[in-house]
């Protein structure tokens, strides 16, 4: 598996292209679908599926024209179904400019768990930042979206947010391989174990000490 970061957009989101052979997975196309298309068409990648870490308007922007483009299945957690179709959740409405929504989409279930697993990918449900975040994992890469980013953690004051909800999340993240590669929805790469050392939102002062 080849990984391709696209920072994308206003928010400089993470796109992230996993590329298997001529196929790929598309994750969180928030912006500037042309340069995503334009990628692809350059590297002859097939995108077999837009999977979403979670549904803010930052994180989907460019998922119709995408999807559209290559006739694909954008899918997102089924607790995230209002968040992509409400602009008043998905903050579209709070940045000013159109209101978006999006109405094509799939909800992930155990079918689409078992194809992402033939390409060795494991979602998991992190809840906290939204009600629908999943964190994806490929061998020792895991892309966490909003949920943990390098010495920091993703919001909980946002429409969905949940603070109870986000600690235990990533007191399942903090549990995992240290090893782990972290690729989260903006700014830099990171190394769990860099960040169990480091950031005080894995720390037992702000989680407490695990059960």
């Known amino acids: 598996m080849e990984i391709k970061t696209l920072q994308l957009g ?14 790929c997975i598309i994750i969180d196309p928030g912006a500037d679908g042309q340069k995503i298309i334009e990628y692809l068409e350059s590297k002859r990648i097939n995108p077999l599926m837009v999977v979403n870490t979670h549904g803010h308007y930052d994180h989907i922007g460019a998922v119709p024209e995408v999807a ?23 903050m579209s409405a709070a940045f000013g400019g159109s209101l978006f929504s999006i109405s094509a989409y799939q909800l992930i279930d155990q079918n689409t768990k078992s194809r992402l697993s033939d390409l060795g990918l494991e979602i998991f449900h992190t809840p906290g930042h939204t009600p629908g975040s999943v964190t994806i994992k490929a061998g020792a890469y895991l892309f966490c979206g909003d949920l943990l980013f390098q010495g920091a953690v993703g919001r909980t004051d946002l429409p969905g947010g949940n603070l109870a909800e986000i600690k235990k999340s990533l007191t399942k993240i903090r ?21 169990l050392d480091a950031n005080y939102y894995l720390s037992d002062d702000f989680l407490g000490k695990d059960q």
């Open 175 to 195: 549990k995992m391989d240290k090893n782990l590669n972290l690729y989260p929805g903006h700014g830099q790469q990171t190394v769990l174990g860099h960040e």
């Open 68 to 90: 559209g483009q290559y006739e694909i299945p954008f899918y997102i957690h089924p607790l995230e179904k209002d968040t992509v179709t409400n602009p008043e959740i998905n």
């Open 10 to 23: 206003f928010f400089g989101v993470n796109c992230y292209i996993l590329q298997f052979d001529a196929k």
